[in-house]
């Protein structure tokens, strides 16, 4: 197996903090009068309770090669590799920005998670950087692109910040962790974008087993296709939502966001061996209306076999 070059740079959270006030009204009005433009403002309907999450520690006893992936919600997994925990995106809040209301509740208290080896977060924007709840989370390492620890606060329970470019590896004992390409935006409050190298995805590997982590991103062949000649990925957490928008919406956006089919085509790139569908069925639309768009395309792609569809609070299990 290959891997990108490695090049730790660890950052200490208390050393990066600046966030103003005005930033923060102003990406409030930002993200809200985006949301209306996409019809997706927020609405007082009560949360959908999902089922309960069972962290899936009997799995690593019966086969310690397995792979567990726990939907959370929108961008947040917990991930579970060889007795080692992952959780991504972390997003436990009702509201994204305080502004746009969840429709399910998340399916696990942070404080009901199995011991974290690390903490991945993907980019800054509100619905995958939420420092409400990265503050009900425990001390371990926080993995970031190198444009994401000027945005957080010196507050956050987490001390050790480990800020990874593209292609640079992280790694401890036999985890390594390697930021990699995403097509989407850079900054927080969708108009800074000056703030370079704040979105990435993640590759998790554990001696022969990868998982990749998209974050938000456009589909982009060859970027797909260069995670193919240096991993061999067994699961992709790949981004197919917001669903079920206007076509003029899919297009204006395809350059950082994947539709459900290009989602799928990323997947197929990539050359994984499975894919669980993620950053849907949470936050944008009405509950339970995207799964139906979701799992059409899956058949138009042939990729039942390949695809698991999860509900929020489910696990599944990967194993050859
Ligand atoms: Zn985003
Ligand atoms: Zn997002």
Redesign the pocket.
Known sequence: MTAGRSGDRVTNSALVARRSTFTSGLALAVVASVATALGVAACGAPLRPPMHLQVPAGEFNDDPDAITVSWIGH?TLLVGIRGHWFLTDPMFSDRIAGVLKRKVAPPIAPSELPPLDAILVSHA?F??LDMPSLRRLSDVPLVVPPGIPTFLPRDLPQHQVVALDTWQSWTRGDVRITAVPAAHGDGRYLLDRWHKHSHTGWVIEIGDRTVYFAG?TGYVAEQARELRRRFRIDVGLIPVGPAGRAGWVERWRADVHTSPDTALDLFSDTGAQWMVPI?FGTFFQPAGFERPIVEAAVARHHLEHAVRVLAIGETTTFRY
């Open positions: 961008a924007h619905d995958h938000d950053h």
